[in-house]
């Protein structure tokens, strides 16, 4: 079986891990990575510099992706935790305390949300026949910790920040795991939660490309869009490579 994408078709789902399938970067996730026993942090400030972070965090992909700056690896993922935590503090933290939280959001004890759109459309596409897997920046103990948590099948992980080879979004990544599907890049579609340093990346490595903004941080994207995988076939169809109203370079 196979989905539409426009005028192509394509036989195979690659998603993005955190916050996608898994919710990643929430209140009480810092909540309990941080402040456990209180106080009560502000959900509009936490979602505010996380949308923030977030365009950062794309923007140091993409330059690591073009040569502008070293690949960005679990040390630039650890930095931009540490960043996080530091802007929604208000000031550094002292380092073993930075380290601490870091260590504890990567594998979180707390409780752990779902996304319930994650199961139904995993559902769909095993109902249709379609292959999934997931490929993702972060180290693979925490991949798998949050399947596990979630109760997602930790065998959909194809490629973590810590394996062999290339990471996402290097070119050499994302083909490596369409191989893994069984499928070429072009019957595969891409679901990642970053503008440039997911969606963009996937369709320069021949991936058709759709942006789950579940943050609400790319207002301007005016295709390819979406806020629920409730609607992920539907968006497909369209075939809308997500653009911006207003261009950017990335960095």
Same mark, same amino acid.
């Given at each position: 079986?196979?989905?539409? #994408?426009?005028?192509?078709e394509v036989? /195979?789902?690659?998603?993005d891990?955190?916050?996608?399938l898994?919710?990643?970067?929430?209140p009480?996730?810092?909540?309990?990575?941080?402040?456990?026993q209180?106080?009560?942090?502000?959900d509009?400030?936490v +979602?505010a510099v996380?949308r923030r972070?977030? +365009?950062a965090?794309?923007?140091?992909?993409?330059q690591?992706?073009?040569g +502008?700056?070293?690949p960005a690896?679990l040390? /630039?993922?650890?930095?931009h935790l540490a960043?996080t935590?530091s802007?929604?503090?208000g000031h550094?933290l002292?380092?073993?305390?930075?380290e601490?939280v870091?260590?504890r959001?990567?594998?979180p004890?707390g409780?752990?949300?779902? #996304?319930?759109? /994650?199961?139904?459309?995993?559902e769909?596409?095993?109902?249709?026949?379609? +292959?999934a897997g997931?490929?993702?920046p972060?180290?693979?103990e925490?991949?798998?910790w949050?399947?596990?948590?979630?109760?997602?099948?930790e065998?959909l992980?194809l490629?973590?920040?810590?394996?062999p080879g290339?990471?996402v979004?290097d070119k050499?990544?994302?083909? /490596?795991?369409?191989q893994?599907l069984?499928?070429t890049p =072009?019957r595969v579609a #891409?679901?990642?939660?970053?503008?440039?340093?997911?969606?963009?990346?996937a369709a320069r490595a021949?991936?058709a490309?759709?942006l789950? =903004?579940?943050?609400?941080a790319?207002?301007?994207v005016?295709?390819g869009?979406?806020t629920?995988?409730?609607?992920?076939e539907?968006?497909?169809?369209t075939?809308?490579?997500?653009?911006?109203?207003?261009?950017?370079?990335?960095?």
């Open positions: 079986m196979t989905l539409r #994408y426009g005028s192509r036989e /195979a789902v690659l998603f891990l955190d916050d996608v898994v919710p990643f970067q929430t009480s996730a810092w909540q309990w990575a941080w402040r456990p209180g106080p009560v942090l502000g509009r400030r +979602k996380v972070s977030l +365009k965090w794309d923007r140091r992909r993409w690591g992706l073009t +502008k700056a070293p690896d040390d /630039a993922l650890r930095s960043d935590l802007t929604l503090a550094a002292p380092p073993t305390e930075t601490a870091v260590r959001f990567l594998r004890a409780e752990v949300e779902r #996304y319930d759109d /994650a199961f139904r459309v995993l769909r596409l095993r109902a249709g026949g379609v +292959k997931i490929i993702t972060l180290p693979a925490s991949a798998r949050l399947l596990h948590r979630t109760g997602l099948p065998s992980l490629g973590s920040g810590d394996g290339p990471v979004p050499a990544a994302l083909r /490596a795991a369409t893994a069984g499928a =072009d #891409y679901v990642g939660d970053l503008f440039w340093s997911d969606v963009r990346a021949g991936l490309a759709v789950l =903004d579940r943050h609400d790319w207002p301007k005016l295709t869009r979406l629920t995988l409730d609607v992920l539907a968006t497909l169809a075939g809308g490579s997500p653009s911006e109203s207003v261009g950017a370079d990335g960095g």
